[in-house]
């Protein structure tokens, strides 16, 4: 077996939700040992995701990554990993912004919606219930004028009186500025810092790693992943979309594999010298 050195290692970015684990949490036997097998080569693999740290370590744990880092919160937050730390990881990047400009607009747009923030330490402030397995075990209840106190790294938005396609209108009729969001499959809206996302996170990892800019995969489902998708391909890399993805992520993607229910992740990774292959 050879073990890739310098330039020819390969960076391979992977969501979390409905790419590798299925809507009701499930990580196949597939998935974590076409990961490990891939990462045994001497590639790295960096895990990004739209969940908060707290919530994306169990999932990174799972797949056998110990080490190194990963990209949670769409970008806002970069999490080195390691044993060492006392809840397995520490904070390495965390970019934050003022909630207050944006949150005013969407409280007057939806006055109905549900409203919380991811505060630096990766813990959620919200002021109406959220489903138990959206902001995870570690959030508090707070009055609505409390969620712009101070700096945030992400706001979300969720509104049940809309479906995913007119939330997504009204979002966009009003033109959010200084910030970067992403609609979800619902009418679920995540808002960042302005100019991140996980593209602009994985991109500054690329550079540390050394990876050569051709030489970046990435896989994902969601609205929240085309940024990196286009990353990926601007580059000369090559993004995956899952078979259950949208229809505007898959036309945003080089390829489409498996839907996560059919371990989409394991078909690309156990292609992955073919893909090396081709370009040599």
Known sequence: MTIATGDDRWLIAIDIDGTLVTDDGFLSEQVTAEVARVRSLGHEIIVATGRSAANAFPV????????????????AVTIELHESHERGFKPHEVITFDPAPVLGELIKALPN??????DVDGTYRFHREFPAYALGDLNRETPLE????????????????????EFGNMID????????????????????????????????????????PSQVITIGDGRNDIQMFEWARELGGYAFAMGQAPEEVKEAATAVTAAVEDHGV???????????????
């Open 173 to 212: 009729r009003l033109g959010l500025h200084s910030v970067t969001y992403a609609i979800g499959y619902t009418a679920w809206l995540d808002i960042a810092p302005s100019g991140v996302s996980k593209a602009s996170a994985l991109e500054k990892q690329r550079a540390v790693l050394g990876i050569k």
């Open 113 to 118: 919606a549900h409203f919380a923030v991811e």
């Open 146 to 165: 409390e969620l712009t106190s101070h700096p945030v790294s992400r706001v979300v938005v969720l509104s049940p009186e809309h479906d995913a396609e």
């Open 60 to 75: 990174i744990k799972d797949i056998g990554i110990q080490t190194g880092y990963a990209v949670c919160s769409n970008g």
């Open 266 to 280: 394991a078909q690309v990774l156990a292609g992955f010298e073919g893909i090396v292959y081709t370009l040599k």
